[in-house]
T-cell receptor
Framework: EDQVTQSPEALRLQEGESSSLNCSYT??????LFWYRQDPGKGPEFLFT???AGEEKEKERLKATLTKKESFLHITAPKPEDSATYLC?????????????FGTGTRLQVTL | NAGVMQNPRHLVRRRGQEARLRCSPM?????VYWYRQLPEEGLKFMVY????????ESGMPKERFSAEFPKEGPSILRIQQVVRGDSAAYFC????????????FGSGTRLTVV
């Protein structure tokens, strides 16, 4: 069974204090790994897709990396508006395409 | 260019009533997915539909839950005889046909069973 574990569950940073969120996964064969951002009361917002170990993607203060067992979401010099829950999900090669298994997320709070 | 539209945003039902959740995919998207998010849990896959076809319903509870995506109109997730444990946020996502590069989610319907 595919599994996604995210850590830490919650993270509190001061503005400008860089850090990383972890996503460990177990999947029969990885078709893609996805990062989403979710604000309270809203649907998840797509951030990145990573397909192979060694791949990196960047968007503003966020950078996602992928290894064979985990992915990291690096947040550089965060701002209060980066406060949200960050979700990681995997799509396996086997079974139905585009069916994702999600982790429970990391709740990030960035304070002034 | 509207995104994925879900309605209602909030729905309150008494135990035993029926709940109908609607999802209109993004323009040009013919694949619809429903996920459920229980409090303190991750998003769980429920069902994957294309127009007039159910592709994968492996995440749907065996009883009381059904989904459709007719040729015309929105996709409907129907929950019959709701129970307190059905209280959750239900999200719909869509993607265009062909290769998959990531979903676009709607804002969800928050179902509360009282």
């Amino acid at each position: 069974e595919d599994q996604v574990t995210q850590s830490p569950e919650a993270l509190r940073l001061q503005e400008g204090e860089s850090s990383s969120l972890n996503c460990s996964y177990t999947v029969s064969g990885l078709r893609g790994l996805f990062w989403y951002r979710q604000d309270p009361g809203k649907g998840p917002e797509f951030l990145f897709t990573l397909y192979s170990a060694g791949e990196e993607k960047e968007k503003e203060r966020l950078k996602a990396t992928l290894t064979k067992k985990e992915s990291f979401l690096h947040i550089t010099a965060p701002k209060p508006e980066d406060s949200a829950t960050y979700l990681c999900a995997v799509e396996p090669f086997t079974g139905t395409a585009s069916k994702l298994t999600f982790g429970t997320g990391t709740r990030l709070q960035v304070t002034l | 260019n509207a995104g994925v539209m879900q309605n209602p945003r909030h729905l309150v039902r008494r135990r035993g009533q029926e709940a109908r959740l609607r999802c209109s995919p993004m323009k040009g998207h013919s694949h619809v997915y429903w996920y459920r998010q229980l409090p303190e849990e991750g998003l769980k896959f429920m069902v994957y539909l294309q127009k007039e076809n159910i592709i994968d319903e492996s995440g749907m509870p065996k009883e009381r839950f059904s989904a459709e995506f007719p040729k015309e109109g929105p996709s409907i997730l129907r929950i019959q005889q709701v129970v307190r444990g059905d209280s959750a946020a239900y999200f719909c996502a869509s993607s265009p046909s062909g290769q998959f590069y990531g979903y676009t989610f709607g804002s969800g319907t928050r179902l509360t069973v009282v």
